[in-house]
């Protein structure tokens, strides 16, 4: 079994930045992608971005030249840097990681609010 915890989200003003992290523990050798999806108030939760252990990345288009995601195989950690941060940005952020299943974070709140 995988098991994700989340961390970094927060209250930050439009044009600021955050970065979550994502550590990952357990059977961790089962894990081939992981990323971020998050759920706004009142809409479905959609994908933010992903990366394969490979390195490839997947973006929304909603946030492409202004979130990053990375990861550090040695810490089993994903991060995700959200720079530009927009009003529109704030939801609960949820780390996810698919080996057998997918598996889910706890969640963490990004709040973008002047």
């Known amino acids: 079994q995988v098991q994700l915890v989340e961390s970094g989200g927060g209250l930050v003003q439009p044009g600021g930045s955050l970065r979550l992290s994502c550590a990952a523990s357990?059977?961790?050798?089962?894990?081939?992608?992981m990323g971020w999806h998050r759920q706004a108030p009142g809409k479905q939760r959609e994908l933010v971005a992903s990366?394969?252990?490979?390195?490839?990345?997947n973006y929304a288009d909603s946030v492409k030249d202004r979130f990053t995601i990375s990861r550090d195989n040695a810490k089993n950690t994903v991060y995700l840097q959200m720079n530009s941060l927009k009003t529109e940005d704030t939801a609960v952020f949820y780390c996810?990681?698919?080996?057998?299943?997918?598996?889910w974070g706890q969640g963490t709140q990004v709040t973008v609010s002047s």
């Open positions: 990366i394969t252990n490979g390195g490839s990345t």
């Open positions: 357990g059977v961790i050798s089962s894990i081939y992608n």
């Open positions: 996810h990681a698919d080996g057998v299943g997918r598996v």
